[in-house]
Nanobody, 128 residues
């Protein structure tokens, strides 16, 4: 298990922005597949954005395409989720995840939640 710590959640009005961060405290993430997932009350967890080290693909959930951007800073062992033009439907607990031994496509990683190490989650609430 890779210790991961998320931060950056909070309350924001519709149309606002937040940037989530996920830090791996003990290991470099440069050769890990990583992703962001979310779960709203009463709904199943869904993959929001994933990045595959196996085939170097990226994936975004259709509903966030063009509004969310995932990036990495390997020197800081950190990856981010920049969320712009937020909508109430984006509310939920957001989790980061990573795995060094997952080489599937980013789409498959996100859709199946294939990553083995998970953070504790950070709450995002979009409301006026």
């Amino acid at each position: 298990q890779l210790p991961l710590v998320e931060s950056g959640g909070g309350l924001v009005q519709p149309g606002g922005s937040l940037r989530l961060s996920c830090v791996a405290s003990k290991f470099s993430l440069y050769d890990y597949s990583v992703g962001w997932f979310r779960q709203a009350p009463g709904k199943e967890r869904e993959g929001v954005s994933c990045d595959s080290f196996g085939d170097y693909t990226n994936y975004y959930l259709d509903s966030v395409e063009g509004r969310f951007t995932m990036s990495r800073d390997n020197a800081k062992n950190t990856f981010y989720l920049q969320m712009d033009n937020l909508e109430p439907e984006d509310s939920g607990v957001y989790y980061c995840a990573a795995d060094r031994n997952v080489f599937e496509s980013a789409r498959d990683i996100c859709r199946a939640g294939l990553l083995g190490s998970w953070g504790q989650g950070t709450q995002v609430t979009v409301s006026s």
